[in-house]
Protein backbone atom coordinates (compact mmCIF):
# COMPACT_ATOMS: atom_id res chain seq x y z
CA UNK A 1 0.00 0.00 0.00
CA UNK A 2 1.13 3.35 -0.66
CA UNK A 3 1.67 6.33 1.62
CA UNK A 4 -1.02 8.61 -0.13
CA UNK A 5 -3.35 5.28 0.54
CA UNK A 6 -2.40 4.75 3.93
CA UNK A 7 -3.06 8.39 4.48
CA UNK A 8 -6.54 8.24 2.86
CA UNK A 9 -7.11 5.14 5.13
CA UNK A 10 -6.21 7.03 8.10
CA UNK A 11 -7.58 10.03 7.84
CA UNK A 12 -11.47 9.28 8.44
CA UNK A 13 -10.56 7.70 11.91
CA UNK A 14 -8.41 10.90 12.65
CA UNK A 15 -11.38 12.94 11.52
CA UNK A 16 -13.63 10.64 13.54
CA UNK A 17 -11.75 11.49 16.67
CA UNK A 18 -11.38 14.83 16.60
CA UNK A 19 -14.81 15.11 15.89
CA UNK A 20 -15.61 13.40 19.43
CA UNK A 21 -13.09 15.60 21.10
CA UNK A 22 -14.55 18.60 20.07
CA UNK A 23 -18.22 17.55 21.08
CA UNK A 24 -19.48 19.42 24.45
CA UNK A 25 -19.42 17.18 27.28
CA UNK A 26 -22.89 17.34 29.41
CA UNK A 27 -23.73 16.24 32.55
CA UNK A 28 -25.99 13.13 32.86
CA UNK A 29 -29.07 14.04 35.52
CA UNK A 30 -27.17 11.05 37.79
CA UNK A 31 -23.58 12.24 37.57
CA UNK A 32 -25.27 15.89 38.77
CA UNK A 33 -27.04 14.60 41.75
CA UNK A 34 -24.37 12.86 42.71
CA UNK A 35 -21.75 15.46 42.98
CA UNK A 36 -24.29 17.99 44.06
CA UNK A 37 -24.93 15.51 47.01
CA UNK A 38 -21.28 16.70 48.65
CA UNK A 39 -20.75 19.66 50.25
CA UNK A 40 -17.05 19.52 49.11
CA UNK A 41 -18.07 19.48 45.50
CA UNK A 42 -20.85 21.78 45.99
CA UNK A 43 -18.05 24.47 47.56
CA UNK A 44 -15.40 23.37 44.40
CA UNK A 45 -18.61 24.14 41.86
CA UNK A 46 -18.67 27.83 43.76
CA UNK A 47 -15.94 28.59 44.25
CA UNK A 48 -14.79 27.62 40.69
CA UNK A 49 -17.75 29.25 38.96
CA UNK A 50 -17.31 32.84 38.86
CA UNK A 51 -13.02 31.99 38.67
CA UNK A 52 -11.77 33.37 35.53
CA UNK A 53 -9.18 30.46 33.95
CA UNK A 54 -7.82 28.12 35.97
CA UNK A 55 -8.14 27.98 40.26
CA UNK A 56 -5.02 26.43 42.43
CA UNK A 57 -5.32 23.62 44.02
CA UNK A 58 -4.07 25.10 47.21
CA UNK A 59 -6.38 28.09 46.41
CA UNK A 60 -9.19 26.20 46.60
CA UNK A 61 -8.37 23.86 49.31
CA UNK A 62 -8.03 27.07 51.75
CA UNK A 63 -11.45 28.75 50.23
CA UNK A 64 -13.01 25.10 50.87
CA UNK A 65 -11.76 25.11 54.42
CA UNK A 66 -12.34 27.80 55.52
CA UNK A 67 -16.28 27.64 54.34
CA UNK A 68 -16.21 24.45 56.17
CA UNK A 69 -14.97 25.44 59.08
CA UNK A 70 -16.93 29.13 59.38
CA UNK A 71 -13.65 30.99 59.07
CA UNK A 72 -11.51 33.43 57.24
CA UNK A 73 -8.24 31.78 55.12
CA UNK A 74 -5.71 33.54 56.96
CA UNK A 75 -7.20 31.68 60.59
CA UNK A 76 -7.73 28.14 59.21
CA UNK A 77 -4.89 25.93 60.77
CA UNK A 78 -2.28 23.34 58.60
CA UNK A 79 -4.40 20.72 59.42
CA UNK A 80 -7.60 21.76 58.26
CA UNK A 81 -5.72 22.70 55.35
CA UNK A 82 -3.86 19.63 54.63
CA UNK A 83 -7.30 17.62 55.01
CA UNK A 84 -9.19 19.61 52.53
CA UNK A 85 -6.53 19.69 49.94
CA UNK A 86 -5.67 15.68 50.56
CA UNK A 87 -9.03 14.97 49.98
CA UNK A 88 -9.53 17.28 46.95
CA UNK A 89 -6.57 16.20 44.91
CA UNK A 90 -6.86 12.20 45.66
CA UNK A 91 -11.09 11.99 45.76
CA UNK A 92 -13.46 15.01 44.54
CA UNK A 93 -11.43 16.54 41.71
CA UNK A 94 -10.29 13.01 40.03
CA UNK A 95 -14.06 11.89 40.22
CA UNK A 96 -15.15 15.35 39.22
CA UNK A 97 -12.97 15.38 36.51
CA UNK A 98 -14.24 12.15 35.39
CA UNK A 99 -17.74 12.70 35.07
CA UNK A 100 -16.70 16.10 32.80
CA UNK A 101 -17.45 18.80 35.68
CA UNK A 102 -14.01 19.96 36.23
CA UNK A 103 -10.52 19.22 34.18
CA UNK A 104 -8.26 18.33 36.89
CA UNK A 105 -4.41 18.59 35.92
CA UNK A 106 -2.79 17.24 38.91
CA UNK A 107 0.96 17.96 37.42
CA UNK A 108 0.22 21.39 37.31
CA UNK A 109 -2.26 21.44 40.24
CA UNK A 110 -4.47 23.74 38.41
CA UNK A 111 -8.63 23.06 38.26
CA UNK A 112 -10.97 24.64 35.79
CA UNK A 113 -14.70 24.41 35.65
CA UNK A 114 -16.24 23.25 32.15
CA UNK A 115 -18.46 24.38 30.00
CA UNK A 116 -21.13 21.51 31.09
CA UNK A 117 -20.95 23.05 34.72
CA UNK A 118 -20.47 26.54 34.38
CA UNK A 119 -24.31 26.41 32.99
CA UNK A 120 -25.86 24.34 35.62
CA UNK A 121 -28.57 26.07 36.81
CA UNK A 122 -28.60 25.09 40.65
CA UNK A 123 -30.84 26.25 43.84
CA UNK A 124 -30.36 24.95 47.49
CA UNK A 125 -32.88 25.33 49.37
CA UNK A 126 -31.96 25.46 53.06
CA UNK A 127 -34.43 25.20 55.04
CA UNK A 128 -33.86 26.06 59.23
CA UNK A 129 -35.63 23.33 61.72
CA UNK A 130 -38.19 25.46 62.51
CA UNK A 131 -39.11 26.87 58.52
CA UNK A 132 -41.22 25.39 55.91
CA UNK A 133 -40.28 24.36 52.31
CA UNK A 134 -41.76 27.13 49.81
CA UNK A 135 -43.74 24.22 48.57
CA UNK A 136 -45.38 23.52 52.06
CA UNK A 137 -45.54 27.21 52.21
CA UNK A 138 -47.88 27.69 48.15
CA UNK A 139 -50.06 24.50 49.66
CA UNK A 140 -50.88 26.13 52.53
CA UNK A 141 -51.36 29.46 51.05
CA UNK A 142 -53.78 28.12 48.39
CA UNK A 143 -55.88 26.32 51.25
CA UNK A 144 -55.96 29.18 53.02
CA UNK A 145 -57.23 31.27 50.36
CA UNK A 146 -59.58 28.69 49.08
CA UNK A 147 -61.27 28.81 52.76
CA UNK A 148 -61.50 32.56 53.06
CA UNK A 149 -63.25 32.59 49.37
CA UNK A 150 -65.68 29.85 50.31
CA UNK A 151 -66.70 31.32 53.45
CA UNK A 152 -67.30 34.70 51.87
CA UNK A 153 -69.54 33.09 49.44
CA UNK A 154 -71.24 31.35 51.58
CA UNK A 155 -72.20 34.75 53.99
CA UNK A 156 -70.09 33.62 56.75
CA UNK A 157 -69.45 36.84 59.39
CA UNK A 158 -67.37 38.55 59.10
CA UNK A 159 -65.48 36.94 56.26
CA UNK A 160 -68.48 38.16 54.39
CA UNK A 161 -68.12 41.93 54.77
CA UNK A 162 -65.43 41.67 52.41
CA UNK A 163 -66.75 41.37 48.82
CA UNK A 164 -65.77 38.78 46.84
CA UNK A 165 -63.11 41.26 44.50
CA UNK A 166 -61.88 42.68 47.90
CA UNK A 167 -60.51 39.00 48.80
CA UNK A 168 -59.14 38.36 45.19
CA UNK A 169 -57.40 41.76 45.18
CA UNK A 170 -56.00 40.82 48.53
CA UNK A 171 -55.10 37.18 47.80
CA UNK A 172 -53.57 38.22 44.64
CA UNK A 173 -51.66 40.93 46.48
CA UNK A 174 -50.36 38.21 48.69
CA UNK A 175 -49.29 35.99 46.42
CA UNK A 176 -47.36 38.65 44.40
CA UNK A 177 -45.51 39.51 47.49
CA UNK A 178 -44.50 35.78 48.14
CA UNK A 179 -43.45 35.15 44.40
CA UNK A 180 -41.61 38.18 44.41
CA UNK A 181 -39.46 37.13 47.92
CA UNK A 182 -39.33 33.71 46.23
CA UNK A 183 -37.47 34.63 43.22
CA UNK A 184 -35.20 36.85 44.90
CA UNK A 185 -34.12 34.36 47.28
CA UNK A 186 -33.89 31.32 44.52
CA UNK A 187 -31.37 33.75 42.83
CA UNK A 188 -29.51 34.23 45.97
CA UNK A 189 -29.38 30.69 46.78
CA UNK A 190 -27.68 29.37 43.43
CA UNK A 191 -24.47 27.73 43.54
CA UNK A 192 -22.10 30.58 42.24
CA UNK A 193 -24.03 33.63 43.34
CA UNK A 194 -22.14 35.77 45.73
CA UNK A 195 -18.92 35.57 47.65
CA UNK A 196 -19.69 32.22 49.65
CA UNK A 197 -22.02 29.04 48.94
CA UNK A 198 -25.51 29.66 49.93
CA UNK A 199 -25.57 27.21 52.73
CA UNK A 200 -22.20 28.77 54.67
CA UNK A 201 -24.26 32.70 54.40
CA UNK A 202 -27.27 31.00 55.91
CA UNK A 203 -25.55 28.77 58.10
Not at 92 to 103: C, I, N, Q, S, W
Amino acid sequence: MSKAEAGAAESPQIDEQTLQDDEPQTLSRDEMFEMLSNRRRRYILHYLHDTDGPATLSDLAEQVAAWENDTRIQDISASERKTVYTSLQQFHLPKMDETGAVEFDQRDGEVTITDAAQELDVYLEVVDRYDIPWSFYYIGFSAIGTILVTLSWLGVAPFAVIPDVGWTVFLLAALLVSSASHYFLTRRMRVGAGEAPPEVENA
